[in-house]
Structures are given as structure tokens and as C-alpha cells.
């Protein structure tokens, strides 16, 4: 009985998360199409939103550990749901994502994107797409801020092993700009797919940046290692059995 309770009340959160997301979008679409800040307080405005009624909904909490990256730098995070979207763009100040082209064409998402200054990039075509992008800043066209990745590619459930892709490296040695990894183990309370959401506390932790300059096989293993070894000890403290 107390499953299907919870399970009613997760039903009732994500739909009103849903559309809520239309409503801000649509309340902030002046501000956004008329200025870069407009995009960005909407988005935070929706993040706060769904942060606080995922904690009297469903009893999710969210915790923002580690030092919040403020300047310009490559910011690589484990990506389990959903959710760690959320908690990281409302923690940094001027996040924007590398992500699929087909994200532009959805609606209200789309605009909001461009005008984030997100990195939309066709399949096999990222290194090009980078190098548009810090041209940009440089000539003043594009403003500088925390550029997200998801090494991995796509949500990786907890417990599932997927290997982190090259691309972060390349970026990494075109930008010459300190990394940050990210962990969490947000996917243990909002799952990759489905409705069910269980109460906790979900945590998204900000790790030592790792410098410029570092070999590429090098530089992946210290990527890969730190979040993963982070990721596994925060999911253990959510009561999730990580095989070692």
C-alpha cells in the first residue's frame, strides 16, 4: 500500500513537472529572446522549482557538494537521470551543454538552448563545433561560462558499466581549461526512465579540477577513476550495493 501511495505521488510530481516546464518556459520567452540572462533565469527559475517539489512531493531532497566551478572551464559529470541536469545548471552560474542536434527542434527546449548558448553538435562533428564556440568567446560573440559534458554519452543507470568516450579529451586538450569532474548518485532516487521517484537525499559533488596539460590516456583514467570511485562511494551512502 505504501508503494502504490508513493508511486501515485510520483505520478502527480513528474506531470506537474512537465508541465510546469511549459508555463515558465512560455512566462520567461520574452525575457529569454531578449537577452542571454533572461534564457539562463528561466531555466533557473524552472530548476528551483522542480528541486523544491521533488522534496514535498515525493520526499527528494538535493544536496550541492564540493567547490561550485565559477569561471570558464570543462565541466564533465557522471549523467544518471534527469535530475542531475537540474542540480547542476542551478548550482553553477552559466552553465550550458554540449548535446544533440535534434534537441533544437523541441519545442520551447530548443530556443531556450540557443539562446543558452548550448554547443549542438551532429554526430562525429564535436571537435568542429568546439572550435566555433571558443572562436566565439574570443571575438566576444559568445559568453564565457562552465561548458557541461557527459562523458559517458547518455544516462547511465547506477550499477551499470559504460565506458567514457574520447570526445571529453579532445575538448579538453582544444580548450587548455582546468576540468571538473562530477559525481552523483542522483539515479538511485530518479531512475533513467520510468515514474517512480524514491525519497532521499540526492547529491551532485563537485570534485578537485583536474589542470590543463595533462596526455590524453592520462587524462582519461584520472577522469574516469575520480568520478567513478566518487559516484560509487555516494550511491553507497544512499544504500545502493555497488559491486566492487
Known amino acids: 500500500m505504501a508503494y502504490a501511495w508513493r508511486w501515485i505521488k510520483s505520478l502527480v510530481f513528474v506531470g506537474q513537472m512537465y508541465v510546469m516546464m511549459l508555463v515558465i518556459g512560455l512566462l520567461y520567452l520574452p525575457y529569454a529572446l531578449a537577452a542571454r540572462r533572461g534564457a539562463r533565469a528561466g531555466c533557473k527559475a524552472y530548476c528551483r522549482w522542480v528541486l523544491w517539489t521533488a522534496r514535498w512531493m515525493v520526499g527528494l531532497h538535493t544536496e550541492v557538494r564540493g567547490e561550485v566551478p565559477m569561471g570558464e572551464v570543462l565541466l564533465a559529470a557522471k549523467h544518471q537521470s534527469f535530475l542531475d541536469i537540474l542540480i547542476i545548471f542551478n548550482a553553477v552560474p552559466s552553465g550550458k ?57 547518455t544516462r547511465v543507470a547506477p550499477g551499470v558499466k559504460a565506458p567514457y568516450k ?13 576540468c571538473v569532474p562530477a559525481a552523483t548518485n542522483v539515479g538511485v532516487f530518479w531512475p533513467r526512465t520510468g515514474i517512480y521517484r524514491k525519497p532521499g537525499l540526492a547529491v551532485v559533488e563537485f570534485l578537485p579540477p583536474i589542470a590543463p596539460g595533462l596526455g590524453r590516456d592520462a587524462f582519461m583514467d584520472q577522469l574516469e577513476s575520480s568520478i567513478e570511485g566518487r559516484s560509487n562511494a555516494l550511491m553507497r551512502e544512499a544504500g545502493f550495493a555497488v559491486a566492487d
Open 166 to 178: 574520447v570526445g571529453t579529451a579532445v575538448l579538453y586538450e582544444q580548450m587548455g581549461q582546468p
Open 97 to 153: 551543454f554540449i548535446m544533440k542536434r535534434e534537441i533544437l527542434w523541441t519545442p520551447i527546449i530548443g530556443i531556450y538552448a540557443v539562446r543558452l548558448g548550448c554547443v549542438a553538435v551532429d554526430r562525429g562533428k564535436r571537435g568542429a563545433a568546439i572550435r566555433k564556440m571558443s572562436e566565439d568567446v574570443k571575438k566576444g560573440h559568445a559568453d564565457a561560462g562552465q561548458l557541461i559534458i557527459y562523458s559517458q554519452g
